[in-house]
């Protein structure tokens, strides 16, 4: 299989769904509304520490892009992906029955202040470039206060949210085109992938070898 093809068109959707994020928080923020405008600025992180569901393309497009990266901003992102498994294995024995979709479920995960493994020391996300879909669109408007339990309604903008639903499915319609393997997962789920594509065994008596 052609890697660049799948890849190119996932980058389009990824594009289209910025081009309306970016399109939507301007009319917001014309509006001169504080309650309207975006809370969302580089360097909160409260939405890092949630569950990110993503597509089997969409982690492979982010293993490609890793490995790419200097040797030590792998090394780097390799000790986080396994400090970030150590408590995301720790939080599956103790997590509240349920889908990973429930409410509940998704409540008590950002309760554990686990941070995504891409999340860097300046809570920058260090494979912005390749971002899952989900984070994309992801957004709170007036105060980012509400993300961090989640516990009471973010307020949103309907229009993004439906394009990164749509953006989503779109990219879940082209892993079934490919027949790429399972439909995809957690950023968690895909820790084998990245450990590879940073260099790493996929085991992790391999990955604590280095
Ligand atoms: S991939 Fe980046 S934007 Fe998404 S949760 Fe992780 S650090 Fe945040």
Redesign the pocket.
């Known amino acids: 299989m052609s890697a660049s093809l799948p890849f190119a068109a996932l980058d389009q959707i990824a594009a289209g769904l910025d081009r309306t994020v970016d399109e939507w928080f301007a009319r917001a923020r014309a509006t001169g509304r504080p309650e309207d405008r975006p809370a969302c600025r580089r360097g909160c992180?409260f939405?890092?520490h949630?569950l990110?569901p993503l597509t089997t393309l969409e982690a492979q497009r982010i293993g490609a892009y890793l490995s790419t990266l200097p040797r030590h901003q792998r090394r780097q992102i390799g000790a986080s992906l396994e400090r970030h498994l150590d408590r995301f294995s720790q939080w599956v024995k103790d997590r509240p029955a349920g889908d990973v979709r429930d409410r509940a479920v998704n409540l008590d995960y950002l309760r554990q202040r686990i941070p995504?493994p891409?999340?860097g020391p300046e809570s920058e996300?260090?494979?912005?470039p390749v971002?899952?879909l989900l984070?994309r669109g992801h957004h709170a408007l007036e105060t980012s206060a509400r993300c961090q339990t989640a516990e009471t309604q973010i307020r949103t903008i309907p229009a993004v949210d439906a394009a990164t639903t749509a953006a989503m499915r779109q990219a879940q319609v082209l892993v079934e085109q490919l027949h790429l393997p399972g439909g995809g997962g957690l950023?968690s789920s895909f820790v084998p992938m990245f450990r590879v594509a940073l260099g790493r065994d996929s085991t992790r008596a391999g990955a604590q070898r280095r």
């Open positions: 992180a939405c890092c949630q990110v995504c891409f999340l996300c260090r494979i912005y971002r899952p984070c950023i």
